[in-house]
């Protein structure tokens, strides 16, 4: 039976042979993308070639970009949906469009993962207003060999894709299409749907039963928001394919439950062992779903250099953590650090040589252990907390989560312990009121997103790459990038060197990046081999793989150049347009790594 090494080799083998380039992953943390903070589809990288930039490696691409989805935490407990996951991925820039890319997969399912065409069903867009019925990709399903009953149309809810969702919702200048998801049907005959909430309905392919699971999603990307929010064509026509592995690796080793496959069961399996409790059981099954995910993501995003923390990235780790020890806690009685600690190497394991080194893996086991550890006492603390109160409420036990980190479910069993009773509505209605709030924030953060892509973290980008040399010429060479994160309201940039910096330095390093803008240096974008590029003294971030054809941008002239970095853009044409920076702030971001924020003042 083929594994999830094999799938990945095959995908890539299929495209390969079709003309595609692999590129590589990008970080799971994106480097300088304000808008979002995680990578959560193949596509996000490539967003400025999708909307008209020639790419370094050609218009056929294809990669396995591993993704984090934070907005699906709540759902991981079924058979199907995860935080983690690997997508596929192959996108024409421009390049072939709908008949390659239906027939392509198809072949892919059918040919060399040898899917059943009794098993697979296709949905196309049924049209609206805007944008007309897709009746081309029916078409071409039909001739392929989709069973004629095995196609469905469906609205912008489902067969409508966009970061920010359906058409109403994308921001000016996003780009999104009408797309093609395939399916695949278990059969009818496990009673899947009858066994599920969702009986009383007819069951379709997007029923949430888990009856029929998408495993690919085949985006026709050729419109973009405009600014009076109708829709316009895009200057090229794109096909930005995304499917995922686990899911896909479910359909090929036929078992509706994606735990089951090589890519979670391993934890699975220690975990089983560990707890004496079967996988089973259906009264366990979500817990030991949750701990798989959520630890496999946990030590994803820690070997991404991501820490716990109350903020950003580190809190959405942090939540994935202690979610765990909670369900673990579940399993087991007793201490939960051991048993969480060889969880989480098995985890690693699933992906090491293809993503992680064994360092990687231990520093990621270090950090999870050491959350767990801090957890304990967030339980201990929680659960002397609770004596204080009479009587329980869902406020409390909103309370008690916000400020302690103590989960709603413990403080309910508690409850229940004592003879109380914390209607659990009470506790959703407090939960929903800082949802809004907080997705309020976040949408707010989204749409500033792409303009601000064009414009203030442009020049933020470009002065970067002035703030690099600028260090490295006042002091040393030694000085190389660690890290570096832009908003629309500051750079942040890590770099090696050991001791603080005093005020004369910041103040030379600060005047010299004014110095070059003043000079508006004009801002180049050129096209190299990889080698040749590191040859020229270009300087390169290490921490990041790169393609063999790189895109490097040069600040000065090409013969006397101040500033040369490979760099995937987008930048300022001339230094002059960043106005003017100011160093902020200096401090230790670990040992032998210092850290500068700085802002642009005028
Ligand atoms: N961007 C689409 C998705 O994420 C297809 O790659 O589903």
């Known amino acids: 039976m083929p594994t999830g090494s094999d799938l990945r080799q095959k995908y890539l083998d299929f495209f390969k042979q079709r003309g595609h380039v692999v590129i590589p992953p990008a970080p799971l943390v994106p480097e300088s993308d304000p808008s979002t903070l995680f990578t959560s589809s193949g596509m996000q990288p490539l967003i400025p070639f999708l909307l008209g930039e020639p790419h370094p490696q050609g218009r056929r691409l294809v990669n396995i970009q591993p993704s984090f989805r934070a907005q699906d935490l709540e759902e991981v407990g079924d058979n199907r949906h995860t935080t983690f996951f690997e997508m596929l991925g192959n996108w024409s820039l421009g390049d072939y469009f709908k008949a390659e890319q239906l027939a392509w997969f198809w072949e892919f399912l059918t040919s060399v993962l040898k899917l059943s065409p009794d098993r697979l069903y296709v949905t196309v867009f049924a049209g609206n207003d805007a944008v007309p019925k897709d009746t081309l990709s029916a078409g071409i399903l039909q001739k392929i060999g989709l069973k004629k009953d095995h196609l469905f149309y469906y609205g912008v809810e489902n067969n409508w894709w966009s970061r920010s969702g359906p058409p109403d919702q994308m921001p000016e200048s996003e780009p999104g299409g009408p797309d093609s998801e395939v399916f695949y049907d278990f059969g009818a005959d496990l009673g899947i749907h009858e066994k599920s909430g969702f009986k009383d309905q007819k069951c379709h392919p997007n029923c949430d039963c888990g009856r029929f699971l998408e495993i690919g999603n085949s985006v026709f990307m050729q419109y973009q928001k405009n600014a009076d ?113 060889r969880m989480v190497v098995a985890a690693g394991n699933i992906y090491r040589e293809v993503y992680l080194s064994d360092s990687q893996i231990r520093q990621a086991a270090e950090i999870i252990s050491a959350e767990v550890d801090k957890f304990d006492h967030v339980l201990t603390r929680g659960l002397k907390e609770i004596t204080r109160y009479p009587k329980l409420d869902g406020k409390i036990a909103f309370n008690l989560l916000q400020t302690y980190g103590f989960p709603w479910e413990l403080t309910y069993e508690i409850a229940t312990d004592l003879g109380q009773h914390i209607n659990p509505a009470d506790f959703q209605t407090e939960f929903a009121r800082h949802q809004t709030l907080s997705r309020t924030a976040s949408r707010g953060m989204f749409k500033g997103g792409l303009r601000d892509q064009s414009e203030i973290t442009t020049k933020y980008h470009t002065a970067t790459h002035l703030l690099h040399q600028a260090l490295r010429s006042t002091l040393g060479d030694h000085v190389s990038q660690k890290g570096s994160n832009i908003t629309s309201d500051r750079l942040r940039f890590d770099f090696s060197h050991d001791q603080k910096l005093n005020p004369q330095e910041i103040q030379a390093v600060e005047n010299l990046v004014n110095q070059k803008i003043s000079e508006n240096l004009p801002v180049t974008r050129q096209e190299m081999a990889k080698d040749e590029a590191l040859k020229t003294g270009a300087l390169a971030f290490f921490a990041q793989k790169y393609p063999d054809v790189v895109s490097v941008y040069t600040i000065g002239s090409q013969n006397n150049w101040y500033s040369r970095e490979i760099c995937g853009g987008p930048h300022v044409s001339s230094t002059g347009e960043i106005g003017k920076i100011k160093i902020v702030k200096e401090e230790s971001a670990g040992s032998g790594v210092r850290r500068i924020y700085a802002q642009i003042i005028k």
Not at 281 to 300: C, N, T, Y
């Open 229 to 341: 929010g109708t829709l316009g064509e895009l200057p090229q026509k794109n096909v930005d394919f995304g499917g995922g592995l686990e899911r896909t690796l479910a359909a090929v080793q036929n078992t509706p439950d994606i735990f089951r496959t090589d890519l979670f069961y391993p934890i699975i399996d220690l975990a089983e062992k560990a707890a004496d409790k079967s996988y089973a059981d259906p009264a366990f099954q979500p817990q030991f779903r949750v701990i798989a995910d959520h630890l496999k993501a946990s030590v994803m995003l820690a070997s991404d250099g991501v820490f716990p923390s109350n903020k950003a990235q580190g809190y959405i780790l942090r939540r994935l953590i202690r979610r765990s020890v909670v369900k673990m806690r579940k399993l087991i009685s007793g201490p939960v650090t051991d048993f969480c600690g």
